[in-house]
């Protein structure tokens, strides 16, 4: 059977024996081709001006009502301070598409955090030129984080409103992997008008492009959102229609373990909003990642891309994590927590 027909078959699959087989067969093929270790990467939201109108997110610029910001160098080295503080790993720097933010600025910041911390550095800022990215790298960044969304060429195009001049997300990981970045990539899992056909061709699409971090959560209407707006007044009844549940990213973070067995899989945060802030039914199904939030509350408040619980300070989401990993029978990453291509860990 060809292996978008069978992804297909399993995305309609609800039988839950079923389900659960599937989750325990990528738990296995996770345990064996990446180990037991959960690499955790310190997540800071270091500002919400955008100049997109992301039809699906809380940030775009449409969105009057947020207040906007974004944090100063040293606010952001206090928050890298607290994830080396925290063991973690590895940190994330993720931004709106800020025009104001230049190449400079951000790769000053990415020295500063290189030259004081033993941290890998993540970028995920959108979609810049390539020679932003080209500086960042020389800068110290080791991976790029950029969602292509959906592989449906239409519906990314009605969500997701293009800017002429700027390369595309899945150019700018293509050029990204030439830079030498590790490229991490994902999906929104029931985004109204996505298709069963079409997610299977979004894991098809995570195989082909042999990404390092596949990272995929089920869309959360967001009603300051026109997209949220027109979900929550019209939820979509097409049978073809992929809900945006738990169930189904579970399903969809089994079958990507399935399919690219050594990808760092983080079960996401948008994933642990469905599941009050557990992260432990994804470590069950096939994920090695969490992202734990290090940034102050009062920033995460205003990094509202969808809504959610009260944000919790960086020391209790620790706990949290560390609650989680406990549970599932799991153990800190050490070090950078880099993508395997071969070994298994000893
Ligand atoms: N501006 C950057 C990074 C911040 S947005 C970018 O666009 O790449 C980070 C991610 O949040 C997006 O890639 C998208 O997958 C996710 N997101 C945005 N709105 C969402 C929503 N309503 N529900 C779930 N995820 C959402
Ligand atoms: Fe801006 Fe990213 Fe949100 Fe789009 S998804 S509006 S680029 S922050």
Known sequence: MDPRALIDDWLREDDPEKL??????????????????VHLRGLIDFGNLCRRNCLYCGLRAGNRELPRFRMSPEEIL??????????????????????????????????????????????????????DYRKWREAG???????????????????????????????LLKAGREMGYEIGSGVMIGLPGQTYQSLADDLMLFHELDLDMIGSGPFIP???????????????????????????????????????????????????????GSYLQGLRAGANVIMPQVSPPRFRELYRIY??????????????????????GRRPGRGPGGRLREKPPA
Not at 21 to 36: F, H, I, K, N, T
Not at 146 to 153: A, I, M, N, Q, R
């Open 78 to 131: 206090d928050c890298a301070r607290a994830a080396a503080d925290f063991g973690y790993g590895t940190v994330v720097l993720q931004a709106g598409e800020d025009e104001t933010m230049s190449a400079a600025w951000l790769a000053e910041v990415i020295r500063g955090i290189k030259d004081r911390f033993a941290l890998a550095v993540t970028i995920s800022v959108g979609e810049r030129p390539f020679e």
């Open 141 to 171: 960044a080791d991976r790029l984080l950029l969602k292509f969304e959906t592989s449906d060429p239409e519906l990314y195009a009605r969500i997701h409103p293009a800017k002429p001049g700027l390369p595309t997300r899945i150019e």
């Open 307 to 328: 809504p959610g619980a009260p944000p919790l300070a960086p020391e209790e989401v620790f706990r949290s994590v560390m609650r989680d990993l406990q549970a599932a």
């Open 222 to 276: 967001n009603p300051d959102t026109p997209l949220g707006k027109e979900a929550l007044a019209n939820p979509p009844t097409d049978p073809d229609q992929v809900p945006a549940s738990s169930e189904m990213t579970l399903k969809v973070i089994a079958l990507t373990r399935l399919l690219c067995p050594q990808a760092n899989l983080p079960a996401t945060t948008a994933l642990s909003t469905l599941e009050q």
């Open 20 to 37: 659960q087989e599937l989750r325990e067969r990528a738990d296995r093929v996770r345990a064996e081709r990446v180990g037991d270790e």
